[in-house]
């Protein structure tokens, strides 16, 4: 009895014991509603933890279509593309080099092809800038930047390599996409060289528009722009016959983009030097009713001098 009644009571002190530690290990938890939080404040902590590293909305920069009207220039433009390439990136300016090929058999129509240019792109950019392929920047402080206030006008008089004619808008001008659809685009009336800036700039003024130009450009007609054209080599086409001469001379309210007749006979993809380019093969059509010098030959130009002399007498 007595050895039954030792283990009996070594029995109950065990139960006590554990009993007593399992009382203590629950006491020492949290019974409080401070735990149902601890969960919800984890979350919150993983969510602004990642977004520590999400950082702040990215701002896409506007992008350019940089539309150069072509002819017989693959020499020029086997310089113009690289070059312009490299000036560009170093100014982080996102762009596409559109080369608008002349494909028809009608004298050259810069306006126009810059018509065909903008109606291909005005959907997929936002800023166009009209540029000659032998007119390359040298000074980095020409920036090529969105012209959110007005035609922003490169190659200005004070700095082009020929011309210096307070009006002078040729050569290199950047206009939003919804500026040049206002302006009706250009004339498409200019076939052969030269006059149709002249006429644009007319537009803008006529717009209520104004034409910025590059500020704090310290460098001269000499070393602001390298002029590549070869007058010798390429001979521009200055013949002005039927009534071309009186016509071109006047402000064009008839033509632009709402008349433009063109088709495209092909697009091609093309790299000079890494630098990827998209041909545009244009064919512009030519009413003859209205613009019958798209075609000229020295028999005509005679015949049409002589002609519109005897009218003006």
């Not at 700095?159 to 250009?186: E, S, V």
């Not at 070869?230 to 071109?248: A, G, I, M, P, S």
């Not at 030097?273 to 010098?293: A, F, H, Y």
């Not at 030959?297 to 007498?313: A, C, G, L, N, R």
Request: charged content about 25%.
């Amino acid at each position: 009895m007595i050895v039954l009644r030792s283990v009996y009571v070594r029995f109950l002190t065990i139960i006590v014991l554990t009993s007593i530690g399992v009382i203590l290990m629950i006491s020492s938890l949290p019974v409080t509603s401070d735990t149902c939080r601890c969960d919800s404040d984890r979350d919150t902590r993983h969510e602004k933890f990642h977004e520590s590293f999400a950082g702040s909305p990215v701002t896409k920069k506007p992008k350019l279509a940089v539309l150069v009207p072509f002819r017989d220039r693959f020499d020029e433009l086997l310089r113009f593309a690289p070059h312009l390439s490299v000036f560009l990136k170093r100014q982080n300016v996102p762009f596409d080099i559109f080369v608008l090929n002349q494909n028809d058999r009608y004298r050259f129509n810069r306006a126009s092809l810059i018509n065909v240019g903008f109606l291909e792109v005005k959907l997929t950019h936002d800023y166009i800038a009209m540029h000659d392929v032998d007119l390359l920047p040298t000074n980095d402080n020409l920036k090529y930047d969105y012209p959110a206030n007005g035609p922003l006008h490169i190659s200005s008089p004070e700095f082009h390599p020929k011309y210096h004619y307070a009006t002078f808008i040729g050569g290199i001008l950047l206009l939003r996409i919804d500026h040049y659809q206002k302006l009706n685009g250009m004339s498409n009336k200019y076939w052969g060289w030269g006059l149709e800036d002249d006429e644009f700039y007319v537009r803008i003024k006529e717009a209520g528009l104004q034409v910025y130009r590059p500020p704090n450009i310290t460098t001269g007609p000499e070393n602001t722009f390298l002029h590549i054209h070869d007058r010798l080599h390429r001979r521009r086409d200055t013949t002005k016959c039927f009534n071309q001469r009186e016509v071109t001379r006047k402000r064009d309210r008839e033509t632009g983009l709402n008349s433009l007749r063109y088709s495209i006979d092909s697009r091609k993809q093309l790299t000079i030097e890494g630098v990827p380019l998209t041909v545009l093969n244009i064919n512009l059509q030519c009413d003859k009713s209205v613009t019958p010098w798209c075609e000229c030959d020295t028999k005509t130009e005679s015949k049409s001098h002589s002609t519109w002399s005897k009218k003006s007498v």
